[in-house]
């Protein structure tokens, strides 16, 4: 397997445009997490779906960002009016949670995004 | 609400020195504990996870955790480090039936050669 593909791996962009990152997941799994690395707030869950559903939103910053997972093998996160502060490493992970045993977290190699 | 500690922010070694980082959690009930290394400019690796049973668990390149249940800690520990091992060391937490892994704010380690 691939592992988790993400796209672009580096977005620089200047204010007030919209910025779309996209996320492939492991085939079969059924989790799909979007997280922002900064320097500042460390790692930070932003979003999870599980099949397809969004689950837990409630560390989406604003309402200028939005996800989606019309599929299970396909994510976006969107970010629209995009800020100098919305400047970080975004990473999309993935797991298969069977029969509720916990299972890791597969990592893509994210994605830089700068915002000038 | 969850959280878990990482109390060593910058860790400098020497190669062949001996490393111990720090993790406490809090979550009363039972976890899934996990650590994650990232290598410079690279994507999260799981390095070792801990699910049941043996409280001392072993994952790749030498390293290995101790859960201690009383201490809600999961320290993570390697007896001799190598230049190829800095990178930042992130633990993380799932609590037993939820969907989610809580990780801490990472450990810098820098080891010279």
């Known amino acids: 397997d691939a592992g988790v593909i993400q796209s672009p791996r580096h977005e620089v962009t200047e204010m007030g445009q919209e910025v779309t990152l996209r996320c492939k997941p492991i085939?079969?799994?059924?989790?799909l997490f979007w997280y922002r690395q900064t320097m500042m707030r460390g790692l930070e869950l932003l979003i999870y779906?599980?099949?397809?559903?969004?689950?837990?939103d409630s560390g989406m910053p604003e309402d200028r960002f939005s996800a989606k997972m019309p599929n299970a093998s396909f994510s976006t996160l969107k970010i629209q009016p995009s800020e100098p502060r919305d400047s970080a490493v975004y990473f999309c992970a993935s797991s298969l949670v069977s029969g509720r045993v916990y299972n890791e977290q597969f990592f893509g190699p994210g994605t830089r995004l700068t915002v000038l | 609400a969850q959280s878990v500690s990482q109390h060593n922010h910058h860790v400098i070694l020497s190669e062949a020195a001996s490393l111990e980082l720090g993790c406490n959690y809090s979550y009363g009930g039972t976890v899934n504990l996990f650590w994650y290394v990232q290598y410079p400019g690279q994507h999260l690796q799981l390095l070792l996870k801990?699910?049941?049973?043996?409280?001392l668990v072993k994952g790749i390149k030498g390293f290995e955790a101790e859960f201690i249940k009383s201490k809600f800690s999961f320290n993570l520990r390697k007896p001799s480090v190598q230049w190829s091992d800095t990178a930042e060391y992130f633990c993380a937490v799932n609590a037993y039936n939820t969907d989610k892994l809580i990780f801490g704010t990472g450990t810098r380690l820098q080891v010279f050669p």
């Open positions: 085939s079969g799994h059924d989790y």
């Open positions: 779906f599980n099949n397809n559903v969004p689950i837990d």
């Open positions: 801990y699910f049941s049973g043996d409280p």
